[in-house]
C-alpha cells in the first residue's frame, strides 16, 4: 500500500480544503498588499529591533521585494481566509483592492533587475557582494541571475496550520512551469522557518551575514 493509500482521509480532506484557498496574484496587484507580510519577514524575531513599516518604505533593500509589483519572472500565491468569498480569477486580486484583509499567507518570487545583476557581475570577487553591487541591491538570498529569491510570511495567527508549506509548494510548482531551474532564498540564524524549508528539499549553498542562503533545485 503506498503513502496516498495510507494517508488519512480527514487529513486528505484538509489539505484539499486548504489547496482550494490559495490562488495566484496578478501582476497589477498594489504594492500595499505586500507590506504585512514584507513586515513579518523583517520582524520575524522578538529579540531584534522592530523595523517599522513606514521604514521599510524607504529602505532600497525592502523595496526590491515589493516595488513595482509585475516585473517578468515576478510570481506570487496567496492563501486566503477560509471564509473568503475572493473570486478565485487573478482579476480579484488586482490593485482594486488595496488591503486584501482576507490573505492570510503569502510566498512570492522575484528576480534581481538585469542592471543590477550586470552590475555585480562586473564587481571585484573578493568583495562580499552577496547582496549588493555597489549601492544595486540584488537580494538577501541571490545566488544567479536567472534564479528567483522567494519570500514567505503567514500571519500569526494562522501559522502552524500547513498553510506556509502549501504556499511553498504551490510557488515552487508555479516556478517550475515557468522554467526558472531553481529558486533561492535567504534565513536567519535562529528562524525557525529553516526547519520546513530543507523538509521541502532546500539546502545551504552559502551565507551571507547572519543567515544562510539556500536553494531548490526545481528541475
Known sequence: MNERQNQDPSEAGRRTELRSRIRPLGAETADEVFLPFLDLCFNWSMDQPRVEVDELLERDDAAFYFKGWGRNGDIAVAAYAEDSNAS????????DQDLHPDIVGLAWLRLAAIDA?????AAD???DATTEAGSRFTGYGWVAADIPELSLAVLPDHQSQGIGGMLLDVV????????????SLSVADGNGAARLYHDRGFVTVGRNGDSDILVRQLK
Open 125 to 127: 570577487p573578493a568583495d
Open 172 to 183: 515552487c510548482t508555479l516556478a517550475k512551469m515557468s522554467g526558472f531551474p531553481a529558486v
Open 117 to 121: 545583476v550586470i552590475e555585480k557581475s
Open 88 to 95: 478565485d480569477t487573478t482579476d480579484k486580486a488586482s490593485a
